[in-house]
């Protein structure tokens, strides 16, 4: 069996020329169609997203020509994406997979969208026939090991971007968001992305509060949330169980005697301020209050940046279980791949034993059912003892890095014909 | 023989011990799987000890020290488990694990002196006054370890340090709201404890001496008690606050407890 991918990802094509290869949805089941038939190819499978598109495809014995293959499928000029290829075969295709797979090799690493990706584009080459046997075998894996590196290793369960550093610290302070309010100070792209985010993950309502009242009240409309006069703003405040501010104030909006008046009207109940504004809107002396978590940009920055770092240390450790299972996986093809050898051993000296009984037939003449018998017996005792080395040696070279090698001299010594699969 | 099997008890308590003194500095989540059914095992022994040994004895002898020792291990135990069973943290572990260990050690090291030798004690008030008591001891501990694990959690969201936000600790909220409802579950049972210790005490003495360090001291409790409720509930103390409190309530816990062994009236046995 050969193994092969060829593609571009986010790493070696800039944004320009992966637009360019990336196929449509509508089109990706004639892709893989054509990819099938194309010569040498048995199996194949397209993977186009956003940041990558690789076409992985298994072929008979020689390696099959892919890139000639995409030579035709693409309508842009190679000289364009020839540059930006990347190419693997055997182990390092598998590896590639596995890696993709488990979103080791993301923009982000540990970004679960991959795995779905990988899988969606499994479900079109199997519904067209592209993936039967050996590649199904693989993918099936490498959903495993995906899912093995998810659970084993840390890689995928940090928050890496500002706004979703500030929902995990939300749960951490609220547990759930179910029924908490959301206070936007200030209408800008950002507080309004956090809010979204705070608002995907359960929280009830929102109130936004903008010096320009129109604005606040267009943000508002955004999430069914209420605008209020921003004159009103410390009356209101204390409802929030989370305030986001952004506003262009020059000086802090929020003090401690601020903090104080709103922990008194809420009885104590905490609340957590994210101050996404430059210069701050929230005096950082008010951290130190009972019950008030405030968390300026660059606290969330801070955040996010020793997750990266985590997720880069677990991504170490998700290598090295990659590795481990590429080895396995190797190992099972190649113990599945000694097995039609076997049977074509049998077949072929089957054949030569009813030969020979078929020739010497006529010479013995009328037998009785106890010399039918003998003759039998004997000739398959004959049969069984010469097969039973090159047999064995083929099981036991099955899991070691040779048995291609063993394979090929059983087949030449016994002059097998048929193909191995 | 009670004390095999609360020797039993002990050896998966240990188990707990170890997991609560490894969880300050490991991630694990293969010792929460062996911790948890270890500690319930020691849940199942040390009920088979308190059982047999009253049935042994043919009488109550939960008022021996060394039983009550076990019987607040196991109470402290069955509230952590409720806590487990409804909010699905295992963190107040890290607190309660070491306590039950102490008090099952110390329970399971000694001789079983009696205590309780009037006979014409109303054992049914008794056993009331005895289990109340203790249900209220294991929900202020309980809540005290929450509003430690509160503090806990809040220094390290406040402090910003992305290491000190690492520590699995279940969400603020949550903790607090353990906190609480343990000390609304314990209130009342602390007061019907009280009282049923009031009713003993009128039956086998005829009178209340009120300067009995043993009644005092449990008032006063009582009345630490009442306090951290009243502020929790109707000014929402928590935090540092509540934590000084229900240190307060639990070191007046401690010294009501630690009474048995000076009070006229209400002792155990030389042990």
């Known amino acids: 069996m050969s193994l092969q991918i060829i593609g571009v990802n986010h790493l070696t094509a800039p944004v320009e020329v992966r637009e360019r290869l990336a196929i449509p949805e509508s089109r990706l089941a004639d892709s893989v169609r054509l990819l099938v038939q194309h010569p040498g190819v048995n199996e194949g499978l397209i993977l186009s997203t956003c940041n990558r598109v690789e076409v992985l495809a298994q072929s008979a014995n020689d390696r099959a020509d892919l890139r000639g293959f995409l030579h035709q499928l693409f309508t842009v000029p190679a000289s364009e994406f020839e540059s930006h290829l990347y190419e693997f075969s055997e182990r390092e295709a598998i590896r590639h997979l596995f890696r993709v797979a488990a979103s080791l090799d993301s923009m982000v690493v540990g970004e679960p969208q991959i795995l779905g990706q990988v899988k969606e584009a499994y479900a079109t080459a199997r519904a067209v026939g592209a993936v039967h046997s050996q590649l199904d075998l693989l993918l099936t894996r490498a959903f495993a090991v995906a899912k093995r590196v998810r659970t084993e290793t840390a890689v995928g369960s940090s928050a890496v971007s500002v706004a979703s550093v500030a929902v995990d610290l939300a749960k951490k302070i609220f547990g759930s968001l179910q029924g908490k309010h959301v206070y936007l100070v200030g209408a800008g792209k950002m507080s309004e992305l956090a809010a979204r985010h705070l608002m995907a993950h359960g929280a009830e309502s929102i109130f936004v509060a903008n010096r320009t009242h129109d604005r606040a009240a267009q943000l508002a409309a955004k999430f069914s949330g209420q605008a209020i006069l921003f004159e009103q703003l410390y009356e209101t405040c204390d409802r929030a169980d989370i305030v986001i501010t952004s506003t262009g104030a020059p000086h802090a909006i929020f003090r401690t005697e601020h903090g104080e008046l709103f922990l008194n009207r809420r009885k104590n109940r905490p609340m957590f301020f994210i101050d996404i504004a430059v210069p701050r809107d929230v005096d950082p002396e008010m951290n130190k209050l009972d019950g008030i978590f405030v968390y300026d940009i660059d606290d969330l920055q801070q955040a996010v940046s020793s997750n990266v770092a985590d997720r880069r240390r677990e991504a170490e450790r998700a290598e090295e279980i990659i590795n481990l299972e590429v080895t396995r996986f190797q190992q099972r093809l190649q113990s599945l791949d000694v097995v039609p050898t076997i049977v074509s051993l049998q077949d072929h000296l089957e054949t030569i034993r009813q030969a020979e009984i078929d020739r010497v037939r006529g010479r013995l003449g009328e037998l009785s059912p106890e010399q039918e018998n003998a003759l039998e017996t004997l000739t398959r005792g004959i049969v069984n003892k010469i097969m039973h080395t090159p047999v064995s040696t083929l099981k036991t070279a099955a899991t070691e890095p040779e048995a291609t090698t063993v394979i090929d001299v059983v087949r030449r010594l016994f002059n097998l014909q048929e193909k191995k699969r | ?271």
């Open chain 2, 1 to 271: 023989m009670p004390i095999i099997w609360l020797r039993f008890a002990l050896a998966c308590y240990t188990v707990g011990l170890v997991h609560a003194l490894l969880a300050l500095t490991h991630r694990s989540n293969v010792l929460n799987r062996v911790a948890l059914p270890a500690m319930g095992s020691g849940m199942i022994f040390q009920f088979v000890a308190l059982t047999e040994s009253v049935l042994v004895a043919g009488q109550i002898t939960l008022a021996t020290v060394h039983n009550s020792e076990s019987l607040l291990a196991l109470l402290i135990m069955l509230a952590f488990m409720l806590v487990y069973a409804i909010y699905h943290t295992s963190s107040p572990g890290i607190v309660v694990f070491p306590l039950v260990f102490i008090l099952t050690f110390v329970a399971a090291t000694g001789q079983q002196p009696f205590l309780v030798n009037s006979p014409g004690l109303l054992r049914g008030w008794l056993v009331a006054h005895i289990t109340l008591i203790f249900t209220g001891y294991a929900a202020l501990f309980i809540s005290f370890a929450a509003s430690l694990l509160y503090l806990v959690q809040e220094r390290s969201l406040k402090s910003k340090h992305p290491n000190t936000t690492r520590l699995r600790l279940p969400p603020l909220e949550t903790i607090d709201e353990i906190g609480f409802r343990s000390l609304l579950l314990g209130f009342p049972s602390m007061t019907l404890g009280l009282i049923a210790g009031i009713v003993v005490a009128q039956a086998s003495f005829g009178r209340i001496d009120l300067l009995d360090p043993k009644i005092f001291l449990s008032l006063l409790m009582w009345a630490v008690y009442m306090l951290m409720v009243f502020t929790r509930w109707n000014a929402g103390w928590r935090g540092r606050r509540a934590a000084y409190l229900a240190t307060g309530a639990f070191a007046a816990a401690l010294i009501a407890w630690s009474a048995n062994y000076f009070s006229a009236i209400h002792r155990f046995a030389a042990s």
